[in-house]
């Protein structure tokens, strides 16, 4: 294993520390417990948008707060999910009176203590709403979720939801706009390697050189299928089929296509992949207004990629383009 870090220990810590030294300007860090959240919070009367989950999947969360996109993130430790207190805490930190929405992915300790975070925040006055994505079609059912998992449509239901909440649409609208995500987007990755948590020192799990995994989770959860690698416009053909089977897109439709890398995966590949999703897209008779390419969602470095079909329409289009400024997401500011 080679990794540039110090003690596994500390990894997320020593990171955390980073991004505080490296962008003080757009958000402040928390420890014990661990969260981030903007520079200005709270940001009285309007709703804020948190999310979070376990980290190793950089820059999703911490890189996404700031102008336009998150009032707070909850980094828990790798491949681990963070804990009620601090979501708890994260909540009470950027509450400005007007409600705070938890966007969660669907794996089971997510949704638990993201539940426990929403009632103990409840229970001191704050108007709390949870939602929950799960928009991988490669699965029902995983090691870490009942039902879908939630990958891709996290990215872009953050900074929908976060452009709703800075134009101050009150908190059943920014709900509303999180629905549109929700059943508009559909997700799909897989993997050419798996990856090394720090802490164990190997690989999540084994595939060969001549092997890749379709339909694999963002922790290295088995995909759909285990087969010899083939050309990446074979491989984008068997992952746009189902995400397009998946929602009724008709004619005209116009979509968001996200390209994202899973940590160890080249933009040039990216691209490759991008082209090749864009023309099925087309093909199908959709309309592709907005795009996203690059590591987004990733697995520390596994080298995959994922991709993200969503239906947009004309208010989805103008909360896209509304400027955003955080470490990792930023345009119009």
């Known amino acids: 294993m080679k990794k540039l870090i110090n003690n596994p220990e500390n990894v997320v810590r020593e990171s955390l520390e980073g991004l505080a030294v490296a962008h003080p300007d757009l958000v402040k860090v928390h420890f014990d417990p661990n969260y981030v959240v903007r520079a200005d919070a709270p940001a009285q009367g309007k709703v804020a948008v948190i999310s979070g989950g376990g980290s190793g999947h950089e820059p999703m969360h911490g890189g996404y707060v700031?102008?336009?996109?998150?009032?707070?993130?909850?980094?828990?430790?790798?491949?681990?999910?963070?804990?009620?207190?601090?979501?708890?805490e994260a909540t009470k930190a950027v509450n400005g009176g007007a409600g705070v929405l938890h966007i969660v992915k669907n794996y089971t300790g997510d949704v638990m203590n993201f539940d426990l975070a929403a009632d103990l925040a409840r229970g001191e006055g704050i108007n709390v709403e949870s939602v929950l994505v799960n928009d991988?079609?490669?699965?029902?059912?995983s090691l870490y979720t009942a039902g879908r998992r939630g990958v891709g449509s996290t990215v872009l239901a953050e900074k929908l939801c976060g452009a709703a909440?800075?134009?101050?649409?009150?908190?059943?609208?920014?709900?509303?706009?999180?629905?549109?995500?929700?059943?508009?987007?559909?997700?799909?990755?897989?993997a050419l390697t798996s990856c090394t948590v720090p802490h164990a020192g190997k690989p999540t799990f084994d595939l060969p050189e001549d092997e890749m995994e379709i339909g694999i989770g963002i922790h290295g959860e088995p995909g759909r299928m285990r087969t010899k690698v083939r050309p990446a416009d074979e491989v984008v053909d068997m992952m746009m089929d189902p995400i397009l089977k998946d929602v009724e897109f008709r004619d005209g439709d116009p979509v968001l296509l996200f390209v994202n890398g899973m940590g160890g995966t080249p933009l040039i590949e990216l691209y490759i992949v991008y082209r090749k999703a864009h023309e099925i897209a087309m093909r199908r008779g959709l309309r592709v207004v907005?795009?996203?390419?690059?590591?987004?969602?990733?697995s520390l470095e596994m080298a995959g990629t994922s991709i993200t079909v969503?239906?947009?329409?004309?208010?989805?289009?103008?909360?896209?383009?509304?400027?955003?400024r955080t470490p990792a997401l930023r345009w119009g500011v």
Not at 66 to 88: K, N, R, W, Y
Not at 136 to 141: H, I
Not at 169 to 184: A, D, H, I, M, S
């Open 165 to 190: 909440a800075e134009a101050g649409r009150p908190l059943n609208q920014v709900v509303e706009v999180f629905n549109k995500v929700k059943n508009g987007g559909r997700s799909m990755g897989m």
């Open 310 to 324: 969503l239906k947009m329409d004309d208010d989805l289009i103008k909360l896209w383009d509304a400027p955003v």
């Open 136 to 141: 991988d079609v490669a699965v029902e059912d």
């Open 66 to 88: 700031g102008i336009g996109m998150l009032a707070a993130a909850c980094p828990g430790a790798v491949f681990t999910s963070p804990t009620p207190d601090q979501m708890f």
């Open 290 to 298: 907005r795009n996203l390419i690059g590591p987004y969602i990733t």
